[in-house]
């Protein structure tokens, strides 16, 4: 019988290629990230446009209402609680969603005094629009306010402003101060010209408060806070910086204005004694964006006597 050859057909053992896993790993990878590529370049899209609209659309209009209880112990401890709704930085330039919102949500409130801490208009607001914000709100005992650095650069606070303001049955505090006929005791209301262009003068503002006086002084800035002087401030309100407009996840506040970063908002101890607070502000400047850093508005319970507990500990602020 014949025997077939074997060569020609069958490959010696040795030509077969070796299994090479790194090799396959990466081919698979590649498959893999070929198929992956279309729908992961959709989903960067769809989540790129998402934080776009959430910036531009949504959260500048998305107003939180943040509640906090604040112990005076120069209100006494039997004093009635005032409630006082406190916003910055409104940037009133038209009446759209917002200022709806606001005006319902300070309203809903029922708040014994509105305190405005200045940055009221934005360029090319009108007078019209501002007063008719600023007529919606109601308090109990009064409404004040006082400039800010816009309200200078837009030139609103050398023409139409304090008109407006006036008209609107807000007390405009420039460098003055008000006594509020209140149960929860004698409470004077001061407030500075805006500090960021050099209009304020705290000796004027304070002149006439008494060491018996509950007093809370409004600025636009923070930075007043750093130098209260000998005077008797139990509260100092003021705004500016936004809360940063733009936060970054892990990052925080991209910008702030100068001299802020320590107070971008929330509740501060002075040295001497007093208690800053730092609203995160209502609208917005330089671009129509907020990104976790929704408007705010604060309604804050001022309770007499001294707090039941340890406050949580921040910053002391002020010179020594
Ligand atoms: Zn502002």
Redesign the pocket.
């Known amino acids: 019988m014949e025997t077939l050859p074997n060569e020609g057909w069958a490959p010696p053992i040795e030509s077969v290629p070796a299994l090479d896993p790194g090799r396959i790993l990466d081919v698979a990878l590649r498959i893999w990230a070929r198929r992956l590529r279309a729908p992961t370049i959709a989903l960067c899209a769809l989540s790129a446009c998402a934080l776009v609209v959430d910036a531009l659309l949504v959260e500048p209009d998305w107003i939180e209402v943040r509640r906090s209880i604040e112990y005076v112990p120069a209100l006494g401890p039997n004093a009635a609680d005032l409630t006082v709704v406190h916003l910055?930085?409104p940037?009133v330039a038209r009446i759209g969603k917002r200022e709806r919102s606001a005006v319902a949500l300070i309203n809903a409130a029922r708040p014994d005094l509105i305190l405005i801490s200045?940055?009221l208009t934005l360029r090319g607001a009108r007078a019209a629009d501002l007063e008719a914000f600023l007529s919606a709100l109601r308090s109990r005992y009064g409404n004040f306010a006082v400039f800010?650095?816009?309200d200078y650069w837009d030139r609103a606070a050398t023409t139409w402003g304090p008109e407006a303001v006036r008209l609107s049955g807000f007390t405009l505090l420039r460098n003055s101060s008000r006594r509020v006929l209140c149960p929860a005791g004698r409470i004077v209301v001061a407030g500075v010209d805006d500090p960021v262009t050099g209009h304020d003068s705290l000796r004027q503002a304070m002149r006439g408060v008494t060491r018996r006086d509950v007093c809370i002084l409004l600025s636009?800035s923070p930075e007043i806070a750093q130098d209260l002087g000998n005077w008797d401030i139990d509260i100092v309100l003021a705004?500016?910086?936004?809360g940063g407009q733009v936060r970054l996840p892990w990052i925080g506040a991209l910008y702030v204005p100068p001299g802020t970063r320590d107070t971008i908002e929330g509740w501060f101890d002075v040295r001497g004694g007093a208690r800053l607070h730092v609203s995160q502000?209502l609208?917005?400047?330089g671009f129509p964006v907020r990104f976790f850093c929704r408007p705010r508005l604060d309604v804050i319970t001022l309770r007499g006597g001294r707090p039941p507990d340890a406050r949580p500990s921040r910053s002391v602020i002020g010179q020594s």
């Not at 705004?239 to 936004?242: E, N």
């Open positions: 910055s930085d940037h200045g940055d800010g650095n816009h636009h705004g500016h910086t936004h502000g609208g917005w400047s």
